[in-house]
C-alpha cells in the first residue's frame, strides 16, 4: 500500500526577495508545504517571486497573515527586523521559523519566545547546521558520556566575503541593519554549533576588528570561553581570511573529537585522563587511545530538513531542531562578545540586557563606547 499524503500545512514567506530564498526555495517544495502568499517590501522583486511560485504577493507582512490564516511565517527579512515580525506573526496565531540570527539583541529574542509561550505557537530558527549527520553524532557522542568530563574547545572557521557581497544591500555590515559583522551573519551557525555541543558559555573575553573591508562592524573576531565545569574553549571566525571552510575540536577526559564539513573522527583514550593521570606511577605518562569508527546517518544539513523537523514538531509533537530558547544561546554569546570587545572587560552570562542594549544604540547612533 502506498504512503498516504501528508497533511498539508499553509506556509508563506516573508522578505521573499532575499537571496538566502534561494537556500529555502527547495524546501519549500516539499509535499507537506501548501505555499499560499509571499511578501516582501520591495515589489518588483516580490511579483517576480510571487509570479514564479503562483501564488499571491503582498507588500505589507501584516496584511498577508491577517487575510490568509497561515499555518506558519517564515521570516527572512533583514535581522533588524526579524524580532518585530515574528512577535506579530506568533500573536496572529502562526508558527514561525524565523532566519538566523533570530534577532539583533538578546532581548528581543526574549521577546520572541515570550510571544510563543503565551500564545502556544512554536517558534524556530534555522540553524541548519544542526541537521549535519556529523554534528548529530557528535552531540550523541557528548550526550552518552563518551567524551567524559569535557575539557576544551577550539574552532576555527573563515567565512570569505568580497567587497562586492558587502555591496549587495545597504543594511549589511551595518550595526542597525545586522547589529554587528560576521558575528552576527556568517559566525551564527558556528557560535550555535559551540552551544549546541558544549552548551552555554558562562564566561567570554572577546575581540572584534575589521582588518580588510571597509565596513562599520567586524569582519574578525577572536574569543576565550569558559565554562562553570572548568572546560575552556577558543573561537575564531573572520570573512576577510581564507583557510578550510570549517574545523571544530572537542577535548574531554574520554577522548577528542574532530569535525569537519561532512566529516567526523573520534580517538577514545583507554583510560579516563582523570583517572589515569592520578594513578599512574608513570611520570611522563599519556594515555593509550584508538581511533573509534562513528557511523553517519544519512540525510545533509540543509533547509529541507529543518523543514521536515518543523513540519514533525507541529503535526506530531516531535522536538524542534533549533527552538527559540536554544537558539537564543548562540546570539547571547555573539552579544557577549561584540560586549566584551567594546568595554574592555570579561563578560558573564547570562548578559546585563540594558547594558547590551545601551552599547548597541550608542554603535548605531556611531557613538564610540
Known amino acids: 500500500m502506498a504512503d498516504s499524503e501528508p497533511t498539508k500545512l499553509r506556509f508563506a514567506v516573508i522578505g521573499v526577495g532575499a537571496s538566502v530564498f534561494s537556500m529555502h526555495f527547495p524546501a519549500l517544495k516539499q509535499p507537506f508545504v501548501d505555499l499560499v502568499g509571499v511578501c516582501d517590501i520591495r515589489t518588483e522583486i516580490g511579483q517576480q517571486r510571487a509570479d514564479m511560485l503562483g501564488v499571491p504577493f503582498y507588500a505589507d507582512y501584516r496584511q498577508m497573515i491577517g487575510e490568509l490564516k497561515l499555518d506558519?511565517?517564515?521570516?527572512?527579512?533583514?535581522h533588524y527586523n526579524h524580532a518585530e515580525i515574528a512577535v506579530d506573526c506568533l500573536r496572529a496565531g502562526c508558527h514561525v521559523l524565523v532566519?538566523?540570527?533570530?534577532?539583533?539583541?538578546?532581548?528581543?529574542?526574549?521577546?520572541m519566545i515570550a510571544a510563543a509561550r503565551q500564545t502556544g505557537k512554536l517558534l524556530a530558527v534555522n540553524f541548519q547546521h544542526r541537521q549535519r549527520p556529523e554534528v548529530r553524532a557528535a552531540r550523541?557522542?557528548?550526550?552518552?558520556?563518551?567524551?567524559?568530563?569535557?575539557?576544551?574547545?577550539?574552532?576555527?572557521?573563515?567565512?570569505?566575503?568580497?567587497?562586492?557581497?558587502?555591496?549587495?544591500?545597504?543594511?549589511?555590515?551595518?550595526?542597525?541593519?545586522?547589529?554587528?559583522?560576521?558575528?552576527?551573519?556568517?559566525?551564527?551557525h558556528d557560535l550555535d554549533l559551540v552551544c549546541h555541543l558544549m552548551g552555554r558559555p558562562d564566561v567570554?573575553?572577546?575581540?572584534?576588528?575589521?582588518?580588510?573591508?571597509?565596513?562599520e562592524v567586524?569582519?574578525?573576531?577572536?574569543?576565550?570561553?569558559?565554562?562553570?565545569?572548568g572546560a575552556t574553549g577558543y573561537l575564531h571566525v573572520s570573512t576577510a581570511e581564507a583557510g578550510p571552510r570549517e574545523v571544530i575540536e572537542i577535548v574531554g577526559t574520554g577522548g577528542i573529537l574532530k569535525i569537519g564539513m561532512g566529516t567526523l573522527t573520534f580517538n577514545e583514550y583507554d583510560a579516563d585522563v582523570a583517572?589515569?593521570?592520578s594513578t599512574t606511577p608513570e611520570i611522563w605518562a599519556n594515555p593509550t587511545s584508538h581511533p573509534v569508527e562513528i557511523a553517519l546517518e544519512a540525510g545533509k544539513g540543509d533547509h529541507p530538513a529543518v523543514y521536515r523537523n518543523f513540519y514533525a514538531a507541529i503535526t506530531a509533537g516531535e522536538p524542534i531542531g533549533a527552538d527559540g530558547e536554544s537558539a537564543r544561546m548562540s546570539l547571547e554569546l555573539a552579544n557577549a562578545i561584540i560586549l566584551s570587545s567594546k568595554t574592555h572587560t570579561e563578560v558573564r552570562l547570562p548578559?546585563?540586557?540594558?547594558?547590551?542594549?545601551?552599547?548597541?544604540?550608542?554603535l548605531k547612533a556611531g557613538r564610540k563606547p
Open 275 to 277: 583517572e589515569f593521570l
Open 72 to 78: 506558519v511565517a517564515v521570516i527572512i527579512t533583514p
Open 218 to 229: 567586524e569582519d574578525t573576531a577572536t574569543a576565550l570561553l569558559g565554562w562553570n565545569n
Open 351 to 362: 548578559i546585563d540586557r540594558g547594558r547590551y542594549h545601551e552599547l548597541l544604540d550608542g
Open 140 to 188: 550523541r557522542l557528548i550526550q552518552e558520556g563518551r567524551l567524559g568530563k569535557l575539557q576544551r574547545l577550539n574552532m576555527v572557521t573563515p567565512w570569505p566575503r568580497s567587497a562586492a557581497y558587502y555591496g549587495q544591500a545597504s543594511w549589511r555590515a551595518t550595526w542597525h541593519g545586522e547589529g554587528g559583522g560576521v558575528l552576527m551573519n556568517q559566525a551564527p
Open 204 to 215: 567570554v573575553v572577546g575581540w572584534t576588528r575589521t582588518i580588510l573591508h571597509k565596513i
Open 99 to 111: 532566519e538566523k540570527p533570530m534577532a539583533l539583541e538578546v532581548a528581543e529574542a526574549d521577546a
